[in-house]
């Protein structure tokens, strides 16, 4: 599959349950992103379905957002077993994305090689190592496949979260943070 996914007005009124002509309309007055391909056929890329769903409180499944039989990998990168073990289990439960966890460099090293991630969640404070190098070693490792990263900590100190998005990083969280909000951005970032 292609990074961008896009969908018909067709099928876009049928994951939502309208018809057609209200996708149509959606799509003249700005609410939803569309573009026209030469032939003239509006559509509508997955990210944007996303927002429009989530704006107007539509329920998308997950093989909605990527496309039947295609699951979605996150590797969870932090020495919290807890706590990557819960954010895992929450993000298969409710948005059919598989994780594996890794607790330190190494083992991050080997789970992206053998588990093929397309997004890493990674925390600022794995003992003694610099996270954010970390990060860039792992995209240095998944070269030329595309890896996106986000970065979560439990707060902002040294200025981390500037740091993070000035190195690359497509987000930064703040422990504790709320599964829904944080399956959201895995979401649209997974489909960028």
Known sequence: ??????????????????SLPTVVNWVEKGL???HKTPGGHRR???TSLVVFAQKHNYPLAGDTLVGAGETRRVLLID?????????AEYLQLKGDIRS?????????GYKLAQFR????????????IDSVDLGHQL?????????RLMAWSDSDADGIEQRTLEAGFVAFLTK???????????????LD
Do not use: W
């Open 1 to 18: 599959m292609s990074p961008n996914r896009y969908h018909t007005t067709h099928q876009v009124a049928k994951l939502l349950g309208v």
């Open 32 to 34: 939803l992103d569309a």
């Open 44 to 46: 509508i890329a997955a």
């Open 79 to 87: 020495d919290d077993r807890d706590c990557s073990e819960t954010v």
């Open 100 to 108: 594996a966890l890794a607790e330190s460099p190494v083992e991050a």
């Open 117 to 128: 991630p397309e997004l890493v969640l990674l925390s600022m404070q794995i003992g003694g």
């Open 139 to 147: 995209m240095e490792l998944a070269s030329p496949r595309p890896l």
């Open 176 to 190: 504790p943070f709320p599964l829904d909000e944080m399956l959201r951005g895995i979401q649209t970032h997974l």
